[in-house]
Nanobody, 121 residues
């Protein structure tokens, strides 16, 4: 069984920073794309940033220059460093990863349960 677990959410004032971490665990053969999505109250889930196994990253325009995604393939983790946080960044942040199971060698998309980030003065 494969699981993704996020940590690092919390409350911060506008302009502040938070660092989210996602760890993949279980019967994993390999991990392809890892990413972060978010869902604000009353809105649909949206992509924030993606990173491939070679470290190539892509960001949505609304976080470019403020957020940095990284990953550690050995630890099976991805981090999202969030700087210059704004009230509109308030959302539940979800980790997503495309993982090949070591049990049946099938690629699947997995989701974490999410971590809440609140930006407010």
């Amino acid at each position: 069984q494969v699981q993704l677990a996020e940590s690092g959410g919390g409350s911060v004032q506008p302009g502040g920073s938070l660092r989210l971490t996602c760890e993949a665990s279980g019967n994993i053969d390999s991990i392809n794309i890892m990413g972060w999505f978010r869902q604000a109250p009353g809105k649909q889930r949206e992509l924030v940033a993606l990173i491939d196994s070679d470290g190539g990253a892509n960001y949505e325009d609304f976080v470019k220059g403020r957020f940095i995604i990284s990953r550690d393939n050995a630890k099976r983790t991805t981090d999202l460093q969030m700087n210059g946080l704004r009230p509109e960044d308030t959302a539940v942040y979800y980790c997503n990863a495309n993982i090949r199971s070591a049990v049946d060698l099938t690629w699947r998309d997995y989701w974490g349960k999410g971590t809440l980030v609140t930006v407010s003065s």
